[in-house]
């Protein structure tokens, strides 16, 4: 009788935490996490947008008629694709990606698409992961992402040394998105480590595009690669944030509930401190970029701006119960924001260009 007369009293306490919870995570907010953080400058987030036009062309099938192209085009030229392989091709091991000569910036760029829902191969790869299952540099990787970087390296590196020795001051720039931005975080520390592979090219030439990356590194990684790799987070996306495990959010992806109790159990029994002092623990990578468009309690979208930072504390820690949370995930949205974001920034800084122009010149006549 007694445990009987027990149960509604532990469904009452769990239902009171539940709703303890759901009324945190429902005033908690995108714009919490990078308020604190400086904007980031025209300069440095100029690459953004040419690289999502540029992932957004691997998943077309013929460059030459796209389909997905964005207003105005890719703004790239086919004809500089010179090597491109398909699932066909990488055989599961890795998604699919293209090398693209860029003569106009200088650059060589290697770009990987992010997860196709209808794919069995890329599943294999995101959730082929355990907690502290790899080591790598000293930190924490994920496993099934690593090995595809492996894959894609093996595959590449004589090919991009080729490139590299007839064109010896390129940049080279490894750029993706979702699945493919977390494959290229963990390549672009691979090709750093094994330079020589790709002709000593210097540290500085190496840079990483991370669109909407996937938690694929422990946190002394993420800030010691932060000066090569750059990570790219629209508002509210769901997948920098999400540490529950990809296998139980893939599972529970037609059970939003089932989800969101699972959250629960695990927020409400383990105490945040233990859980972010575990070394173990994988975070977005390297340098966060993040667009910031829409306000809490306001209506509709706002110009966008751009926050940066290589935080330590707060890192994308918390999901956000957004009805945009998995829109902003999508590399369309994000090219257009990215875009968006850029053409503030530079607005910004004619602006601003204009004001110490007059400034000198009501400077000079005064004097």
């Not at 539940?18 to 907010?29: I, P, V």
């Not at 703004?75 to 599961?92: C, F, H, M, S």
């Not at 999400?242 to 109790?261: G, H, K, Q, R, Y």
């Amino acid at each position: 009788m007694s445990i009987i007369c027990g149960f509604p009293i532990l469904e009452g306490v769990y239902c009171l935490a539940c709703a303890r919870w759901l009324w945190k995570k429902c005033l908690y907010s995108a714009g919490n996490e990078s308020e604190h953080w400086g904007l980031a400058t025209a300069e440095e987030f100029e690459p953004v947008p040419r690289l999502c036009r540029l992932i957004l062309s691997v998943y077309e099938d013929d460059l030459h008629n796209p389909i997905w192209a964005p207003p105005g085009g890719y703004g790239i030229d086919p004809d500089n694709v010179i090597l491109r392989k398909d699932y066909e091709e990488t055989q599961g091991h890795a998604p699919p990606y293209l090398i693209y000569l860029d003569h106009a910036n200088a650059d060589i760029v290697l770009a990987i698409r992010g997860l196709n829902l209808a794919k069995e191969s890329d599943y294999a790869v995101l959730l082929d992961n355990k907690l502290g299952q790899t080591k790598f540099d000293g930190g924490y990787v994920h496993n099934g992402l690593l090995k595809a970087a492996k894959w894609v390296f093996d595959e590449e590196c004589e090919f991009l040394k080729e490139l590299l020795d007839r064109y010896p001051s390129y940049t080279l720039t490894f750029a993706g998105h979702s699945l493919g931005a977390g494959v290229v975080a963990l390549l672009v520390m691979i090709a750093v480590q094994n330079r020589g592979k790709l002709g000593n090219i210097e540290r500085k030439q190496i840079r990483c595009y991370a669109i909407a990356p996937a938690r694929c590194m422990s946190l002394n990684l993420a800030v010691r690669y932060a000066n090569i790799i750059n990570s790219i987070v629209l508002q509210d996306d769901f997948l920098p944030r999400t540490t529950t495990a990809l296998e139980d959010v893939f599972t529970s992806l037609f059970c939003l509930p089932c989800l969101l109790c699972l959250m629960c159990l695990k927020d409400t029994c383990t105490l945040e401190e233990k859980i972010l002092k575990d070394p173990r623990r994988l975070y977005a990578p390297g340098r966060l970029y993040h667009i910031v468009e829409r306000k809490p309690f306001r209506i509709g979208r706002f110009p966008p701006v751009v926050r940066t930072a290589v935080p330590v504390d707060g890192r994308f820690e918390h999901l956000v119960l957004s009805c945009n949370a998995t829109s902003d995930h999508t590399i369309i949205w994000i090219e257009r924001e990215s875009q968006k974001a850029l053409d503030v920034s530079f607005q910004l800084l004619t602006s601003s260009c204009g004001v110490i122009v007059v400034s000198k010149y009501l400077l000079h006549i005064r004097f």
